[in-house]
């Protein structure tokens, strides 16, 4: 295996081995703390841009499972159609894989999808210096690869517009209609949606999905800077005008909350991991939850009629919003749960119970 070389923007040196494509890249460095769960990370809109540290010290040791897709174009074991980091940083990469729906390395599909994975770092040191520091842009340069990483300029850049589905595509047959607006959604998110009474219409993003007789709206995660998404927040909060069921995840979260007044600002270096505490407002109800995201709501700048649902209890964060009196929802983290825990799958349930009663 080649030496390859982590420099992040402060000049901090980390190195270690090219298991993955060989290039050399730009991106965010950002830390993931779950213990597994890499294929789906790898997969996840939500990093695109961004150069993942797992500080889970052996990663690969299940390998990758098929990205084949089902008749309806939902993938069978993947969060979407490829793999949307930059690379993956990692202490000890395994290069023997066993997993019953293994069906290669995960250095073959990160050479096949054209994503960077380096080996051999001190993921834990490195993990505590963005902590201390906040997550900042760091380049991979691999031994003998003459070409210069390409500064592409992710923060300027609209990523919700990248991920998002180019046309309207239909799920299932059902005689309610949920539009999911796609800000780069996971397709875990559609297989929870989907049941025999329900059509999920999934629309671009900035898709006026208010010309649609729709009974219930649903925001997606995705990745980048919401406040980049102003046409999707308009489209929002004209919804909000019609009284259907609207929720929204992750970036999902942050568009409700700007269409409801509210204000974002950037974390110092993020939430991503499958095992972040979060407690229902005004209740002893805890739940863990999977998370992604760099940006957070500022709850104490909500309008009127709108109040705090879930906060961290980490770091005290905003990690949900709702209407005091319409059904309008979102929430920080991933209740599709994957990868991740199932306990807030209830989020879904309600959803669509409100979908099917109006």
């Given at each position: 295996m080649k030496k390859a070389i982590l420099k992040l923007e402060d000049g901090t040196l980390y190195e270690g081995y090219s298991f993955g494509a060989e290039k050399n890249i730009i991106g965010e460095v950002v830390f993931n703390t779950a213990m597994n769960g890499y294929p789906e990370?790898?997969?996840?809109?939500?990093?695109?841009?961004?150069?993942?540290?797992?500080?889970?010290?052996?990663?690969?040791?299940?390998?990758?499972?098929?990205?084949?897709?089902?008749?309806?174009?939902?993938?069978?074991?993947?969060?979407?159609?490829?793999?949307?980091?930059?690379?993956?940083?990692?202490?000890?990469?395994?290069?023997?894989?066993?997993?019953?729906?293994?069906?290669?390395?995960?250095?073959?599909?990160?050479?096949?999808?054209g994503v960077v994975g380096i080996g051999g770092i001190d993921t834990r040191a490195l993990t505590k210096h963005l902590r201390e520091k906040g997550a900042m842009k760091g380049t991979i340069t691999i031994e003998g690869v003459l070409e210069e990483a390409i500064d592409e300029h992710f923060e300027e850049r609209n990523l919700v517009a990248e991920t998002s589905c180019k046309e309207v595509v239909y799920y299932g047959s059902g005689e309610k209609k949920v539009v999911l607006l796609d800000c780069g959604v996971k397709h875990n998110i559609i297989r929870r949606l989907l049941c025999p009474e329900i059509t999920v219409i999934r629309v671009p993003w900035d898709y006026d999905f208010n010309t649609i007789d729709f009974d219930g709206l649903f925001i997606s995660n995705g990745p980048g800077d919401p406040n980049m998404c102003e046409v999707a927040v308009e489209h929002i909060r004209t919804a909000f005008t019609k009284g259907k069921p609207i929720y929204g995840i992750c970036m999902g979260h942050q568009l409700l909350s700007l269409a409801a007044g509210a204000k974002i600002f950037k974390l110092k270096y993020g939430h991503r991991s499958y095992n972040q505490p979060v407690r229902m407002a005004d209740t002893h109800r805890c739940f863990i939850t999977s998370q992604n995201h760099s940006f957070a709501v500022d709850t104490s700048s909500l309008s009127k009629g709108w109040k705090e649902w879930f906060f961290n209890l980490n770091d005290g964060t905003n990690e949900g919003i709702c209407h005091e009196s319409m059904p309008y929802r979102s929430v920080q983290f991933h209740p599709e749960a994957c990868g991740g825990p199932h306990d807030t799958f209830f989020i879904f349930d309600d959803f669509i119970q409100s979908v099917l009663n109006q």
């Open positions: 990370s790898l997969s996840d809109p939500s990093y695109k841009g961004q150069i993942m540290v797992a500080t889970y010290p052996m990663i690969g040791n299940y390998g990758i499972p098929s990205s084949d897709v089902n008749p309806e174009g939902i993938s069978l074991h993947w969060e979407s159609e490829k793999m949307h980091m930059q690379g993956i940083v990692v202490a000890d990469y395994a290069r023997e894989y066993s997993h019953w729906n293994a069906v290669e390395s995960l250095a073959s599909a990160l050479r096949r999808e």
